[in-house]
């Protein structure tokens, strides 16, 4: 016989729901000036089948919150509106377009007796301003990634180029979007770093010098391992979001059949008397296919006269220039990047998996540590985490219970108000504390597990916390990956 306590069964009734998208769209106020023509503003409504007249009454609304809020700070538009069912976010990324995503807040389903309707709790300060104001601008910068500015599209071909781009876009994206994922780690938006000694480091250089010099083409080399970033030519907000989609997108799509034993990536073919394992994740599958399509996603990174057009060519990673070339030479360059790249490659994913070996046997055995951290450097944008277990664009797996999450958040919150250096200490209910310290552009939060200690001792013990933190960052597995990036050459070095 099986027995379940009221409380129990009570619990098992309850309802819980994450924050879920309701309703994402860009206009732009400009287009549809006269009464009877507000629909030429929208120029991308999700979900589409919403009817007309409701999706012009939630633009208008949207429209006349922005304007009536100028009237209070002119310079700074409304971020955010706050009500009891849903929150709505307001981004501008370009003069007069405007990116409004609106969310549903978390709310908890509770039966009731009699055959009476369920009551409905919305837990409205569960949803951070900051974080999902992070995603509002990640959704932007995503598109110009892969399509440039708004105003390009404008220029190319006017309003209808425009919403036609955004449709194609925006279908598929916002289906990535998974808002009950988010937290801390996309506020900041940083890059895992990969720490390597200085011998392999240079040899990694050396290594990206040999190709871009034998290969005109490329403009730009990008080399990661293991989802971390070792070497990097471009500008720090470029390599920002190619860094998540790659790590969030690409990377996943490709390991996922891989793991499956569906589509094996190794290549064990002999180039001289160097083994090769290399491939392309973006362009030919089969270079030895005459019929194999070179497709290349094109991309838009910053350039000193604005931006500029490349294609993306993922082979551990390289970027290539754009250039109107043939597709016998798009065969000819990929048959030579193929047999330069792949068999070095091979020896030095050797070399760095050798150095992935040594770096986990210094840190020790896995075990559960009495802290858990996440620092972020805002110079260099270096990030590292050991809350999150695993961090996509569809899954976010974290160690500690969601409560935690949402009290760094806050700290965040607070540590951004201001400009100078802060430490806050917080207890939670679960009887942990949380610790977080901001200095010298670096922010750092803990989670200690010490239920027993109180506030003097918390804050007798924070400094030497802190300090057991930073070492462990620094000399053990971020190790030299704090990077410092030079406009002039373009290049990313050893700190």
């Known amino acids: 016989m099986l027995m379940i306590s009221p409380r129990m069964a009570s619990a098992m009734q309850e309802k819980q729901y994450t924050p879920s998208l309701l309703s994402f769209f860009i206009y732009n106020p400009t287009f549809g000036p006269r009464e009877g023509e507000e629909e030429k503003k929208i120029l991308f409504y999700h979900p589409s089948d919403i009817e007309k007249n409701e999706k012009i009454r939630n633009v208008g609304l949207c429209e006349a919150i922005v304007q009536f809020t100028r009237t209070f700070c002119p310079t700074k538009p409304a971020k955010s509106l706050h009500t009891q069912k849903n929150r709505q976010f307001f981004f501008e990324p370009e003069d007069n377009f405007w990116i409004v995503m609106v969310v549903r807040n978390p709310m908890i389903e509770k039966p009731n007796k009699d055959g009476k309707p369920p009551t409905i709790e919305y837990q409205e300060e569960e949803i951070l301003d900051t974080v999902y104001g992070a995603v509002v601008r990640q959704c932007y910068s995503m598109y110009k990634l892969f399509n440039g500015t708004f105003g390009r599209a404008m220029e190319a071909g006017g309003v209808e180029l425009l919403t036609q781009k955004l449709e194609k876009f925006f279908y598929r994206y916002l289906q ?7 937290d801390l780690l996309d506020v900041f938006g940083g890059i895992s ?12 250089q050396s290594f990206v010098n040999r190709v871009e010099e034998s290969l005109s083409l490329i403009k730009y080399t990008a080399f990661l391992y293991n989802d971390q970033l070792i070497w990097s030519g471009l500008e720090q907000d ?7 989609y790659l790590t969030t997108s690409l990377f996943p799509r490709h390991s996922e059949p891989e793991l499956a034993g569906r589509d094996s990536p190794l290549r ?3 180039a001289g008397n160097l083994l090769h394992y290399g491939r392309f994740l973006t362009g030919p599958t089969n270079l030895k296919d005459p019929e194999a399509k070179f497709r290349f996603p094109k991309i838009f990174v910053t350039a000193e006269d604005g931006y500029e057009e490349l294609h993306l060519i993922v082979y551990k ?32 994913a050797s070399d760095i998996c050798e150095q992935f070996t040594i770096n986990r046997r210094i840190s020790g055995p896995e075990k559960e540590p009495q802290f858990k951290f996440i620092y ?4 260099n944008l270096a990030e590292k985490s050991t809350i999150h277990m695993r961090k996509t664009a569809s899954v976010c797996l974290t160690s500690v219970h969601p409560d935690l999450m949402k009290i760094l958040g806050d700290i965040n919150c607070d ?19 949380v610790v977080g310290k901001k200095s010298d552009q670096r922010e750092l939060y803990v989670i200690l597990n010490q239920k027993n200690a109180n506030l003097i001792e918390v804050n007798g013990s924070q400094e030497a916390l802190c300090d057991a933190v930073q070492q462990y960052i620094l000399l053990g597995l971020m190790k030299r990956t704090d990077r410092d990036y030079t406009k002039n050459c373009q290049r990313c070095r050893v700190s």
């Open 415 to 433: 540590f951004a108000r201001v400009d100078e250096d802060e430490e806050i200490i917080v207890k939670a209910m679960t009887d942990y504390w």
């Open 317 to 348: 990673v390289q970027w290539c220039k754009y250039d109107a070339v043939s597709l016998h030479s798009f065969t000819d360059f990929c048959e030579q990047l193929d047999g330069l790249v792949g068999p070095q490659l091979t020896l030095l």
């Open 238 to 244: 470029d390599m920002r979001i190619l860094y998540k």
């Open 193 to 204: 770093f990969f720490p390597l000694d200085k011998m392999t480091y240079l040899k990694i």
């Open 176 to 182: 990535t979007l998974h808002l009950q994922s988010c």
């Open 376 to 379: 972020f450097n805002h110079m």
């Open 268 to 270: 064990p073919e002999v």
